[in-house]
């Protein structure tokens, strides 16, 4: 168990829905990442919050949308859903920025647009 | 641009025995991490091993080893004495110290171990 949480493990929803996924770090930790695991395109940075700020954003779709909150908790919002958006969703937590930080990974929320 | 590479989709092992999974990546960065995660089939990401492009010694893990090879920009993953549990992907990393957080992930190599 890293100590990130992620909720929840699976949905399932139609092409056009909006929907929210959720993600706790580790105790501690203010960076907080999302990535997006899908067959055709592996594993992808989506974005990166420090301390509640965005810090970076990779290939994000504009149809999606973070946020990190005070208690450093974040959501990844996905709206206007399209069948390709299906993948397994990634949020991981580090203590630090940098490139000497190790990033601990969430469970994942898989994801099926239908 | 930084570049992950992990040649072999698939690798058989038998139990006790070690391999190796390889792993090259590409930089202009002189100050960089190299990852090892574990995704079993469950879906989560397990974090392995990691070695710092600074660190003069391999990485060592309980029974995970980095073979560090700078020059050649390889990063190889030893697992020693393997165990049925070891099935799984294995995703070789890097973030470099320059720009974002962000790490770059290889495609990944399927670890099969057999009795």
């Known amino acids: 168990d890293s100590g990130v949480t992620q909720t929840p493990k699976h949905l399932i929803t139609a092409t056009g829905q909006r929907v929210t996924l959720r993600c706790s770090p580790r105790?501690?930790?203010?960076?907080v990442y999302w990535y997006q695991q899908s067959l055709d395109q592996g594993l992808q940075f989506l974005i990166q919050?420090?301390?509640?700020?965005?810090?970076a954003k990779g290939n994000i779709l504009e149809r999606f949308s973070a946020q990190q909150f005070p208690d450093l908790h974040s959501e990844l919002n996905l709206s206007s859903l399209e069948l390709g958006d299906s993948a397994l969703y990634f949020c991981?937590?580090?203590?630090?920025?940098?490139?000497?930080?190790?990033?601990?990974f969430g469970p994942g929320t898989r994801l099926l647009v239908l | 641009a930084q570049k992950i590479t992990q040649t072999q989709p698939g690798m058989f092992v038998q139990e006790k025995e070690a391999v190796t999974l390889d792993c090259t990546y590409d930089?202009?960065?002189?100050?960089?991490?190299l990852f090892w995660y574990k995704q079993p089939s469950s879906g989560e990401m397990i974090f392995l091993i990691y070695?710092?492009?600074?660190?003069?010694q391999n990485a060592t893990e309980g029974r995970y080893s980095l073979n560090f090879q700078k020059a050649r920009k390889s990063a190889n993953l030893v697992i020693s004495a393997s165990q049925l549990g070891d099935s799984a992907m294995y995703f070789c990393?890097?973030?470099?110290?320059?720009?974002?957080?962000?790490?770059?992930f290889g495609t990944g190599t399927r670890l099969q171990v057999f009795p």
């Open positions: 990393a890097m973030r470099e110290a320059q720009g974002t957080d962000k790490l770059i």
């Open positions: 991981a937590s580090s203590r630090e920025q940098g490139a000497w930080e190790t990033q601990y």
């Open positions: 930089t202009s960065d002189q100050s960089y991490g």
């Open positions: 105790s501690g930790d203010l960076s």
């Open positions: 070695q710092g492009s600074y660190d003069e």
């Open positions: 919050y420090y301390n509640g700020e965005e810090r």
